[in-house]
């Protein structure tokens, strides 16, 4: 179906992601998967062809794009070349806009420029070894000094992607003690250098996919963060991170939308090549059902997401549509991406097959950013449930 969101413009971006990813990107991607992340210099080159700031506003040097439809065609070709940024996307697509929305004019003049250029990574520290998807029971604390300069930050954060490589962390915190009445008050943001005495970064934990993205532990053992990186006012992370959520749970659909596009393209090319009992597999009903079947689902996921670009363009994406928009896309291109591989065969299960990698990769799309289980009871609340 035509796609009103795609203009021109969109497409000469497309063209450039793809010539660059055919260059700079996949013949080295290998390599970065068995190094479990790409080489840090990779984050700067980004940063040189305008991809990591283009959300960047231009006065702190990015690219200024208010569209977060190239969003869309970012994931698009890098889901077609069964690649990975490493902690790029999340990087420019989600921890950048809690700088832009709640950061004041000093810290965005100190951060944003090495945020656009590469010379400053990003990563968000929400999830901790007792509390992931109930992020009111965070319990790494940090506790203001008397003359109010800087906060101590002591605890633990786990899965956090980009942990190793990160210049800066978002990490919610404690500030104040738990509130029996309300549970998500007394958390704040603070934005902690990586560089700073008592930051570590513990085991990297291996996972069934997303091979180049780095995935670690941290822990902050008395960390002295100064009161100016508290991010926006104290108390009100719980706030903070409901708004940006909806951003990180349509990034994560738009992943999940652009693989099953991939995966339906690279299996309509298998099943055309491949021939078993002496016909092409294409040829028979099975296949083009499967296939056809998987082709209109993901239709209806490029369509909800599309739409869910305007509504987050124009400021009018509810938390509720966010939610629905992830559940709908994830669960779907799981169901999607395991349709493909089994059209696929034996071969289907050998990394070297890009259907293998997308199975792999998508699989924590469902979980990350909040699971399925969680954006249903965002659904249900909206419905008055
Ligand atoms: C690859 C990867 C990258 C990640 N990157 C980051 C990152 O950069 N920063 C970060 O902070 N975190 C990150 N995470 C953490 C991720 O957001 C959490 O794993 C996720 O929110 C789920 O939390 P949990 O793992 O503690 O699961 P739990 O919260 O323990 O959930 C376990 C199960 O219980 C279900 N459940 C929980 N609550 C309810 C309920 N009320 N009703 C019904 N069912 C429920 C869940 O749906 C799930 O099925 C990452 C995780 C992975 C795997």
């Given at each position: 179906?035509?796609?009103?969101?795609?203009?021109?413009?969109?497409?000469?971006?497309?063209?450039?992601?793809?010539?660059?990813?055919?260059?700079?990107?996949?013949?080295?991607?290998?390599?970065?998967?068995?190094?479990?992340?790409?080489?840090?210099?990779?984050?700067?080159?980004?940063?040189?062809?305008?991809?990591?700031?283009?959300?960047?506003?231009?006065?702190?040097?990015?690219?200024?794009?208010?569209?977060?439809?190239?969003?869309?065609?970012?994931?698009?070709?890098?889901?077609?070349?069964?690649?990975?940024?490493?902690?790029?996307?999340?990087?420019?697509?989600?921890?950048?806009?809690?700088?832009?929305?709640?950061?004041?004019?000093?810290?965005?003049?100190?951060?944003?420029?090495?945020?656009?250029?590469?010379?400053?990574?990003?990563?968000?520290?929400?999830?901790?070894?007792?509390?992931?998807?109930?992020?009111?029971?965070?319990?790494?604390?940090?506790?203001?000094?008397?003359?109010?300069?800087?906060?101590?930050?002591?605890?633990?954060?786990?899965?956090?992607?980009?942990?190793?490589?990160?210049?800066?962390?978002?990490?919610?915190?404690?500030?104040?003690?738990?509130?029996?009445?309300?549970?998500?008050?007394?958390?704040?943001?603070l934005a902690v250098?990586?560089?700073?005495?008592?930051?570590?970064?513990?085991?990297?934990?291996?996972?069934?996919?997303?091979?180049?993205?780095?995935?670690?532990?941290?822990?902050?053992?008395?960390?002295?963060v100064p009161a100016a990186n508290r991010?926006?006012?104290?108390?009100?992370?719980?706030?903070?991170?409901?708004?940006?959520?909806?951003?990180?749970?349509?990034?994560?659909?738009?992943?999940?939308?652009?693989?099953?596009?991939?995966?339906?393209?690279?299996?309509?090319?298998?099943?055309?090549?491949?021939?078993?009992?002496?016909?092409?597999?294409?040829?028979?009903?099975?296949?083009?059902?499967?296939?056809?079947?998987?082709?209109?689902?993901?239709?209806?996921?490029?369509?909800?997401?599309?739409?869910?670009?305007?509504?987050?363009?124009?400021?009018?994406?509810?938390?509720?549509?966010?939610?629905?928009?992830?559940?709908?896309?994830?669960?779907?291109?799981?169901?999607?991406?395991?349709?493909?591989?089994?059209?696929?065969?034996?071969?289907?299960?050998?990394?070297?097959?890009?259907?293998?990698?997308?199975?792999?990769?998508?699989?924590?799309?469902?979980?990350?950013?909040?699971?399925?289980?969680?954006?249903?009871?965002?659904?249900?609340?909206?419905?008055?449930?």
């Open positions: 179906m035509k796609r009103n969101i795609l203009t021109p413009e969109h497409e000469e971006f497309r063209a450039s992601v793809r010539e660059f990813i055919a260059k700079e990107v996949e013949p080295q991607y290998r390599d970065w998967e068995l190094r479990g992340h790409p080489p840090r210099d990779f984050y700067r080159r980004l940063g040189e062809v305008g991809i990591l700031g283009m959300w960047v506003p231009e006065e702190y040097g990015g690219g200024g794009a208010t569209s977060y439809s190239y969003a869309a065609v970012l994931m698009e070709e890098i889901a077609a070349a069964g690649v990975g940024f490493g902690c790029a996307i999340p990087h420019s697509t989600l921890i950048l806009a809690y700088l832009t929305a709640f950061a004041t004019e000093d810290q965005k003049a100190r951060w944003l420029p090495g945020v656009a250029s590469g010379d400053i990574v990003l990563a968000i520290a929400m999830t901790e070894p007792g509390t992931g998807s109930d992020l009111a029971n965070v319990s790494t604390s940090a506790r203001l000094a008397d003359d109010g300069s800087h906060y101590v930050l002591d605890g633990a954060k786990t899965f956090i992607s980009g942990g190793s490589v990160a210049d800066l962390v978002l990490v919610v915190c404690r500030t104040a003690p738990r509130d029996p009445d309300n549970r998500r008050a007394g958390l704040s943001i250098e990586t560089s700073s005495t008592g930051f570590s970064v513990g085991r990297r934990l291996e996972k069934i996919g997303l091979h180049a993205n780095d995935l670690v532990e941290l822990t902050f053992d008395d960390v002295v991010l926006g006012d104290e108390g009100r992370a719980f706030e903070y991170l409901s708004h940006n959520l909806a951003q990180e749970r349509l990034s994560i659909a738009l992943t999940a939308s652009a693989a099953a596009q991939a995966a339906i393209r690279h299996t309509a090319e298998y099943v055309t090549d491949r021939t078993v009992f002496g016909n092409p597999l294409s040829s028979f009903q099975n296949t083009k059902f499967s296939l056809a079947g998987s082709a209109a689902v993901t239709q209806a996921m490029v369509t909800m997401t599309d739409r869910a670009l305007e509504l987050y363009d124009a400021k009018e994406l509810t938390p509720a549509d966010a939610a629905m928009t992830k559940l709908f896309c994830t669960e779907q291109a799981g169901s999607v991406i395991d349709a493909c591989l089994q059209l696929h065969g034996g071969y289907g299960y050998i990394i070297e097959y890009p259907i293998a990698r997308l199975y792999a990769d998508i699989r924590v799309a469902r979980i990350y950013g909040g699971t399925s289980e969680v954006m249903k009871l965002i659904i249900a609340k909206s419905l008055g449930l």
